[in-house]
């Protein structure tokens, strides 16, 4: 399958910890990247690789993989940091790309 | 700076044909992948093709293998996607992407809005 699923929506507390997840089988073999989409603007690459931040994008963004599953975590998020969170990796075939349904991150 | 800047919003028929512009700048044309992704109005993105300017090579979604075509004219640093067949639900934000290696799209277009209406 060259699907990447994730939870429509999730919610933190201002200065709490959340995980955003991303599920497909072709995270087993390549990394994911992570965007940012707030309403009314283009996507922002906020990780990538096996944990690695753009110039610009805060610390308190990190990323992690394990099997299957890809995640990013924003520790002591911000009210800035509500947005639409999207993951992407190359699917199956290698040469093909596929963007993961989408996490909304409302900050409470 | 890595600038993308796209072609201004779009009003087509439905079964006729969209072309977009995206100007490139700032880096080495050849030396990285253009990808196309479109969102539809409350979706989410949805990856449609990339182009390898030093090639040229392409490849698509499956699902518009038939109906996307995308070009580019070196001497301008410009890629073109042209979308035919239009649809009602073809209506959507339509972004170009500069990547930094596969899979990595680092610096996008600020979209351009087609919307399809008889």
């Known amino acids: 399958s060259s699907e990447l699923t994730q939870d429509p929506a999730v919610s933190v507390a201002l200065g709490q910890t959340v995980r955003i997840t991303c599920q497909g089988d072709?995270?087993?073999?390549?990394?994911a990247s992570w965007y940012q989409q707030k309403p009314g603007q283009a996507p922002v690459l906020v990780m990538y690789g096996k944990n690695n931040r753009p110039s610009g994008i805060p610390d308190r963004f990190s990323g992690s993989s394990s099997g299957s599953t890809a995640s990013l975590t924003i520790t002591g998020a911000q009210a800035e940091d509500e947005a639409d969170y999207y993951c992407?990796?190359?699917?199956?075939?290698?040469?093909?790309?596929?963007f993961g349904t989408g996490t909304r991150v409302t900050v409470l | 700076q890595v600038q993308m800047v796209q072609s201004g919003a779009e009003v087509k028929e439905p079964g006729s044909s969209v072309k977009i512009s995206c100007k490139a700048s700032?880096?080495?044309?050849?030396?990285?992948?253009i990808h196309w992704v479109r969102q539809a109005p409350g979706q989410g993105l949805e990856w449609m093709g990339l182009?390898?300017?030093?090639?040229?090579?392409?490849s698509h979604a499956q699902k518009f293998q038939a109906r996307v075509t995308m070009t580019m004219d070196t001497s301008t640093t410009t890629v073109y996607m042209e979308l035919s067949s239009l649809r009602y639900d073809d209506t959507a934000t339509y972004y170009c992407?500069?990547?930094?290696?596969?899979?990595?799209?680092?610096?996008w277009g600020h979209g351009t809005l087609v919307t399809v209406s008889s």
């Open positions: 700032g880096y080495s044309f050849i030396s990285y992948y």
């Open positions: 072709s995270l087993r073999s390549y990394y």
């Open positions: 182009l390898n300017p030093n090639g040229p090579e392409t």
């Open positions: 992407n990796s190359r699917d199956s075939s290698g040469n093909r790309l596929v």
């Open positions: 992407a500069r990547d930094t290696e596969l899979g990595i799209v680092e610096s």
